[in-house]
């Protein structure tokens, strides 16, 4: 199970840190995601951590303002979103992936203003 925090109302500009805690089995070894979903599109990647955290992956339109990390001894992924923009705005959904597919918890909304 993967349980996904710390959506809100933010300004553009603003800034918000998003949690997903990890239940249910281990997730040793696994490489963890963010997803975003704007209304009426599609779900797409945001970023992606390896289970060391060596390796890190962010969509063009976040790479600099986003990081992604993870404690693995809490099954936790993080992230931090900073100089949010309205484009931002989606029900964004933490991931592990496995065997090469992308499974997903609940979301969390996202709302930036102008």
């Known amino acids: 199970q993967l349980q996904a925090s710390g959506g809100g109302l933010v300004q553009a500009g603003g800034s918000l840190r998003l949690s997903c805690a990890a239940s249910?089995?281990?997730?040793?070894?696994?490489?963890m995601g963010w997803f975003r979903q704007a209304s009426g599109k599609e779900r797409n990647l945001v970023a992606q951590?390896?289970?060391?955290?060596?390796?890190?992956y962010y969509t063009s339109s976040v790479r600099g303002r986003f990081t992604i990390s993870r404690d693995n001894a809490k099954n936790t992924v993080y992230l931090q979103m900073n100089s949010l923009k309205p484009e931002d705005t989606a029900v964004y959904y933490c991931?592990?992936?496995?065997?090469?597919?992308?499974?997903w918890g609940q979301g969390t909304q996202v709302t930036v203003s102008s």
């Open positions: 951590i390896s289970w060391s955290g060596a390796t890190t």
């Open positions: 991931s592990v992936r496995v065997s090469g597919n992308d499974y």
């Open positions: 249910g089995r281990t997730f040793s070894g696994v490489t």
